[in-house]
């Protein structure tokens, strides 16, 4: 069974600092997935990692995929009130028709 | 853009009662998805579809059971409410193994249930 572990669960900055959120998952898997909530709101994609060694960056955050150690981390550079929001991980069972098995969640909080 | 579309944001009814909630989306895609959130928990996977009136249980689907009888359309059906059934639910849709792009999941705005 796959398990997709994230942490911390909860992240209080102060803004202009620098974070990263963890995603660990349990098994062979080289397709993860970022996605944002903000309170009240439905999942925002933010990131799509289909390789080994993948990273991408949007804005202050990026993203990076090691599959051989099964984790992708979510940096975050100079942190903004408005990045406040709830982070997940999600990572594809590939032969099981595109299932995602997603973490937890990360609640970010940026503080003024 | 991608639009999914649910039935309704928020949603209260009794123990016992039959409850549908359904999902609409206009991008062709084959697979959809139903999901419920709980705090703690993330997202857990409900039934899924990847086609016509084909439907597979996810890791949560004791008490719940699924329709999808057009391609844009799927219905996730409480056959006897209950109150551990209280939760947000969110359906999602995607394509069908694109490979080379990923099969990023687009997600509805969710409808809040309360079981009473």
């Known amino acids: 069974e796959l398990k997709v572990e994230q942490n911390p669960l909860f992240l209080s900055m102060q803004e202009g600092k620098n974070y990263t959120i963890y995603c660990n998952y349990s098994?062979?898997?080289?397709?993860l997935y970022w996605y944002r909530q903000d309170p009240g709101k439905s999942l925002e994609s933010l990131f799509v990692?289909?390789?080994?060694?993948a990273v991408k960056q949007e804005g202050r955050l990026m993203a990076s995929l090691d599959t051989k150690a099964r984790l992708s981390t979510l940096h975050i550079t100079a942190a903004v009130h408005d990045l406040s929001a709830t982070y997940f991980c999600?990572?594809?069972?590939?032969?099981?028709?595109?299932?995602?098995?997603f973490g937890a969640g990360t609640i970010l909080r940026v503080k003024s | 853009d991608v639009k999914v579309t649910q039935s309704s944001r928020y949603l209260v009814k009794r123990t016992g009662e039959k409850v549908f909630l359904e999902c609409v989306q206009d991008?062709?895609?084959?697979?959809m998805f139903w999901y419920r959130q709980d705090p703690g928990l993330g997202l857990r996977l409900i039934y899924f579809?990847?086609?016509?009136?084909?439907?597979e249980k996810g890791d949560i689907p004791e008490g719940y059971s699924v329709s999808r009888e057009k391609k844009e359309r799927f219905s996730l059906i409480l056959e006897s409410a209950s109150t551990n059934q209280t939760s947000m639910y969110l359906c999602?849709?995607?394509?069908?193994?694109?490979?080379?792009?990923?099969?990023?999941?687009?997600f509805g705005p969710g409808t809040r249930l309360t079981v009473l």
């Open positions: 999602a849709s995607s394509f069908l193994g694109s490979g080379s792009v990923g099969d990023t999941q687009y």
């Open positions: 098994t062979t898997s080289d397709r």
């Open positions: 990692l289909l390789s080994n060694g």
């Open positions: 999600a990572v594809d069972m590939f032969l099981y028709g595109n299932k995602l098995v």
């Open positions: 991008m062709d895609h084959e697979n």
């Open positions: 579809s990847y086609d016509v009136k084909m439907k």
